[in-house]
């Protein structure tokens, strides 16, 4: 079951540059900086607000490490801008495993690394009325 | 002050079947929708999580009612996806002006209806790392 906006993802070309820009213009700070080599990004998580499901609300700035990356290549075709949406819930397997029956592609087999030791997947825009949708179970939940 | 992702407004051709995806799909229920003439666009709002300043986050799914409205021509330009993200406060006016100071284009004088009661502005997607960006002040917070 989602239970709560867990992050959007908005692709960048200078992390650094935007991580000045949240904090300057809006306050928000860094919580959390990493480089997650599978996806090819390093990232800034901002912690935006707590959510009634004990988590929280963030938004994730991703700087590709390498142009032939996912978020590499979307950022040379769209621009910098909104890359995914992602959805928090306690079962990320569960809740992959259901919405694949109900014929959305999910991308991957089984959940993989992703920020702050979290488990995600993602889902397939064309089948998200073009969202990239993220399933995230974070780790203190899984 | 900025304290909650407060709604990722979503694009879409046709709103009763994006509605009806993101119901059997993920199980989010509509919670309010209006016809927003001034913006152009029929709206439906999915209440997914509480947040700890007293508010909410939400998905809002937006049809356009009109092809020259922004959203209309947005949609055109881009097909489905995220239009934009809004961030919660207390004080839109204060908040927009702040940025405004800050170098930000904010795309109204003063901030406008928007759901549910609030009021809203925009700032300028070109001032904010390709991001259209809406400042909410919610109904119980004005």
Known sequence: MLT???HIGIACHDLDTTVEFYRTTYGFEVFHTEVNEE????EAMLRI???DDGHASWIQLLE???EDSPVGKWLAKNGEGVHHIAFGTADVDGDADAVRDKGVRVLYDT?????MGSRITFLH?????GVLTELVTSATEH
């Open 4 to 6: 709560r906006i867990d």
């Open 39 to 42: 996806q090819g990004v390093r």
């Open 49 to 51: 607000n707590g959510t």
């Open 64 to 66: 590709p490490v390498r």
């Open 111 to 115: 959940p993989r690394a992703g920020s």
């Open 125 to 129: 825009p064309k089948d998200c009325h």
